[in-house]
C-alpha cells in the first residue's frame, strides 16, 4: 500500500539519521514517533468514518436509520435499499450511463493528448512555442464561467441529445495536463529509437503507434486513471446537459432521484452513494500508486 | 532531427517537411478540441455578458456594461463573492499549512502505517464530491445526525446544532467539509514537494550536525518555498471554484448563506426556479469571476516568475 512511490522507503528522509552508524538514536527517534500515533489515529478516523457510515447505512432498514444510533454494524442486514436503488431510483441506468460518459471522454482525451504529445515532443516543430505557450496560460487563465458557451456549441453541432457533447465538454479543457505529461515523456525517449525506427524504414505514424505509444504505456495509465477518475465523479458537465434528458443522467447527478417532494428515501440515498463510491474507491486502490505518481509527478514538472 | 546544414539535400528537405506536415496532424484534434471547448467559450462569455438574453436564440438587446453595473450593485452578488472567499482563505489558512504539516510527517520512513495515513486522508478526494457531499448533510442533520448524537452523547452540546440549516454556522460547515474533501489532493502536492530535496543536502545538514528541526527549517523548507507558489495557487484555484459541494449540500441556501458565485451563476442560467434564465447576466457574472481570480493569480506571478527563473538556470 505505497501510496506515493515505492522508492520512498529508499531515500534518505530528513528526520532518518544514516541508519547504521548510531543504531540508538534510530530507535529514540522512532519512539518519539510512536507519540504522533495518537494524534493521526482520530484525525484519520474522522477521514474514513463517513465512508464507512454511509456503507452501514445502505444496509440498515428505514426504521434504524430514522431512530439514529452510532453503530456502524446494522442490526438487520437488508439489501432493499440496493434494489430500489437500482430499479427505482434508476441507478442500473446510471451506472450504464456514467461508463459510457467516462470511457468517451478518456478515449478523446488519451488518443489527443498522446498525438499532441508525441507531436510537441520534437523541439523543431513549427509552432510549437505559441501551442505550448497557450496551453500553459490556459492553465492560469481562469475559465471563469465557460460552460453557457459550451453549451450553445454543443447544441450547434446537434450533439445535445447525447453523451457524446458531455463527453466532449468534460474532456477538452482537462486536456492541458496529459498533454503535459506526454510531451515530458516523449522528449525524454532517446532520440537512437526514432532513429532506429526510420531506418527500419517506417515513417511518422508507424513510428508512434508500434514503438512510441507502446513505450508510453506509464503515462498512459496515469493519464487513463485521472481522466476515468475525474470523469466517473464529474457532476457540472453532466448536470448542465441531462437537465432536459433525465434518461442520460449519470450516478452523481442521479442522487436526486431520492429527493421526494416532501419525504427524502435515506437509506435508498446511501445505497445510491455506495453504488457511485464504492467502485471508483476499489479502482483506485488497486491502481493507486499510478494514479498518485501521476499527479505528484504532473506537480514536480 | 538534428541535421547539420550539410546535410540539407533535397531528400532532407522532403523528409523534414512530411515530418512537419505529421507533426501538425497529430496537433489537429488537441488544436480543434482545446480551442473550441476552451478558448472560444471564453471569448464567447466576454460577447454575451454585453446583452440582455436569455439564450433562445441569437443574443439581440446589446445592454452594453449594464449587466456588470447590475452585478456590481446587487448585494446578492458580493454576498456569493464574498462567501467563495471564504472558502479560498479556509483553503489558504488551514488546509494548505495543515498538509504541510502532515506531509513532513507522514513523509518519515520512522512512522509506522504512514500508506495507510496516507490513503485514509487521499480517500474522500477520489469520491464523488456530490455524493459524498450529500451523505455529510445525512450525518449533519439535526434530528438523527450522526453527528449531533454523538456530540450529545459526550456531553459537548446540549442541543442539537443545526449545521447545514442555520445561516450563520452552515458556511463555517462547507468550508470544513471542503477541506475534509480536498486535504488529500494539497497533502499529495506538498508529499511530491518534500520529495524533490535533494538527499545529500540532509546528509550534509547532518554532517554539521544540525538536528531535525534544523534540517526542516534550514534544508527542507527553503527547497521546498519555489514549489509552495504552485501548490498555493492551485490550492486557491480549487477552493475558489466550490461548486459541486455546494450545489449538493444546500444549494447556496439557507437564505443563499452559502451561496458562492458558481451557484449564484447556474442559478441564472439553468435554474428552472427562475422564471426566465439570464444568460447575459451569468455571462457578465462569469466574466467578473474570472477577472477576480485572474487578478489575484497575476500578484501571485513575481514568486511564479522567479521559480520559473530559478528552474531554467
Redesign the interface.
Known amino acids: 500500500?505505497?501510496?506515493?512511490?515505492p522508492s520512498?522507503?529508499v531515500?534518505?528522509?530528513?528526520?532518518?539519521?544514516?541508519p547504521r552508524p548510531n543504531r540508538g538514536r534510530?530507535s529514540g527517534?522512532?519512539r518519539r514517533?510512536?507519540w504522533?500515533?495518537l494524534f493521526?489515529l482520530p484525525f484519520?478516523f474522522?477521514?474514513?468514518y463517513?465512508?464507512l457510515?454511509?456503507i452501514s447505512?445502505s444496509f440498515k432498514s428505514r426504521q434504524e436509520?430514522?431512530?439514529?444510533?452510532?453503530h456502524l454494524w446494522p442490526q438487520d442486514w437488508t439489501f432493499d435499499n440496493f434494489q430500489r436503488a437500482w430499479t427505482i431510483g434508476r441507478f442500473g441506468e446510471y451506472t450504464g450511463n456514467t461508463f459510457t460518459f467516462a470511457i468517451t471522454a478518456l478515449v478523446?482525451t488519451v488518443?489527443?493528448?498522446s498525438?499532441?504529445g508525441?507531436?510537441?515532443s520534437?523541439k523543431?516543430?513549427?509552432?510549437r512555442k505559441i501551442?505550448m505557450g497557450?496551453?500553459v496560460a490556459?492553465m492560469?487563465?481562469?475559465?471563469?464561467?465557460?460552460?453557457?458557451?459550451?453549451f450553445?456549441?454543443v447544441n450547434a453541432l446537434g450533439l445535445q441529445n447525447g453523451l457524446l457533447g458531455a463527453a466532449?465538454?468534460q474532456?477538452?479543457?482537462g486536456?492541458v495536463v496529459p498533454?503535459l505529461l506526454y510531451v515530458g515523456f516523449f522528449g525524454g525517449v532517446p532520440?537512437e529509437l526514432g532513429e532506429a525506427a526510420r531506418v527500419d524504414g517506417a515513417?511518422?505514424?508507424r513510428t508512434?503507434v508500434s514503438v512510441m505509444a507502446p513505450l508510453a504505456k506509464p503515462v498512459t495509465g496515469t493519464v487513463v486513471l485521472m481522466s476515468f477518475?475525474g470523469s466517473?465523479?464529474a457532476?457540472?458537465v453532466p448536470?448542465?446537459f441531462t437537465?432536459g434528458r433525465p434518461d442520460l443522467r449519470t450516478?452523481?447527478?442521479g442522487?436526486y432521484n431520492f429527493f421526494g417532494t416532501d419525504t427524502t428515501d435515506?437509506t435508498g440515498?446511501?445505497a445510491?452513494?455506495s453504488i457511485?463510491?464504492i467502485p471508483?474507491?476499489i479502482l483506485?486502490?488497486f491502481l493507486?500508486r499510478t494514479f498518485?505518481e501521476g499527479?505528484?509527478?504532473a506537480?514536480?514538472s | 532531427m538534428t541535421a547539420v546544414p550539410a546535410q540539407r539535400t533535397p531528400s532532407w528537405r522532403r523528409r523534414r517537411r512530411r515530418a512537419v506536415l505529421w507533426g501538425w496532424l497529430f496537433l489537429t484534434p488537441l488544436v480543434v478540441l482545446f480551442t473550441a471547448f476552451s478558448l472560444w467559450p471564453i471569448v464567447a462569455s466576454w460577447w454575451y455578458s454585453f446583452f440582455a438574453w436569455d439564450g433562445v436564440g441569437p443574443p439581440e438587446v446589446w445592454v452594453g456594461l449594464g449587466n456588470f453595473a447590475e452585478a456590481l450593485q446587487a448585494s446578492s452578488f458580493w454576498n456569493a463573492f464574498w462567501n467563495s472567499f471564504v472558502f479560498s482563505l479556509g483553503a489558504l489558512l488551514v488546509e494548505f499549512p495543515l498538509a504541510l504539516c502532515f506531509a513532513l510527517l507522514l513523509n518519515s520512513v520512522l512512522l509506522r502505517g504512514r500508506n495507510l495515513y496516507r490513503l485514509a486522508l487521499f480517500l474522500p478526494v477520489v469520491a464523488t464530491t456530490a455524493v459524498i457531499g450529500l451523505v455529510l448533510a445525512i450525518m449533519l442533520a439535526p434530528v438523527g445526525g450522526v453527528v449531533n448524537e454523538a456530540l450529545l452523547t459526550l456531553g459537548i452540546v446540549d442541543r442539537p446544532i443545526n449545521f447545514l440549516g442555520d445561516p450563520d454556522i452552515a458556511l463555517p460547515t462547507l468550508v470544513g467539509i471542503d477541506i475534509w474533501k480536498g486535504f488529500g489532493i494539497t497533502l499529495i502536492y506538498w508529499l511530491a514537494a518534500i520529495q524533490t530535496v535533494p538527499k545529500d543536502l540532509y546528509e550534509a545538514a547532518r554532517l554539521d550536525g544540525a538536528g531535525a528541526r534544523q534540517q526542516l527549517v534550514n534544508v527542507t523548507l527553503p527547497v521546498v518555498m519555489p514549489i509552495a507558489v504552485v501548490i498555493f495557487l492551485l490550492t486557491f484555484q480549487r477552493s475558489l471554484n466550490t461548486f459541486e459541494l455546494v450545489q449538493a449540500v444546500t444549494g447556496g441556501g439557507p437564505v443563499f448563506a452559502t451561496d458562492v458565485l458558481p451557484t449564484y451563476i447556474y442559478r441564472y442560467a439553468f435554474d428552472a426556479e427562475m422564471a426566465a434564465p439570464r444568460y447575459g447576466f451569468a455571462c457578465a457574472v462569469g466574466v467578473l469571476f474570472g477577472l477576480f481570480t485572474l487578478i489575484i493569480t497575476l500578484m501571485q506571478s513575481p514568486a511564479l516568475a522567479g521559480r520559473l527563473r530559478r528552474s531554467a538556470s
Not at chain 1, 500500500?1 to 512511490?5: A, D
Not at chain 1, 531515500?11 to 539519521?17: G, Q
Not at chain 1, 436509520?65 to 452510532?70: D, E, N, P, T, V
Not at chain 1, 523543431?124 to 509552432?127: C, E, K, Q, W
Open positions: 500500500m505505497t501510496i506515493v512511490s520512498t522507503t531515500r534518505t528522509d530528513p528526520t532518518a539519521p544514516p534510530a527517534d522512532r514517533i510512536r504522533w500515533h493521526l484519520c474522522l477521514w474514513v463517513p465512508f457510515w454511509m447505512a436509520m430514522l431512530l439514529g444510533g452510532l478523446i488518443v489527443t493528448a498525438l499532441a508525441y507531436a510537441l520534437a523543431d516543430l513549427p509552432g501551442v497557450v496551453l490556459a492560469f487563465i481562469p475559465h471563469g464561467y465557460t460552460i453557457i458557451p459550451v450553445e456549441l466532449l465538454a474532456a477538452a479543457p486536456l498533454v532520440k515513417g511518422y505514424l508512434f477518475i466517473w465523479n457532476f457540472f448536470l448542465v437537465l450516478l452523481g447527478v442522487m435515506w440515498l446511501a445510491g452513494a457511485s463510491v471508483i474507491v483506485f486502490l493507486q498518485v499527479i505528484a509527478g506537480v514536480k
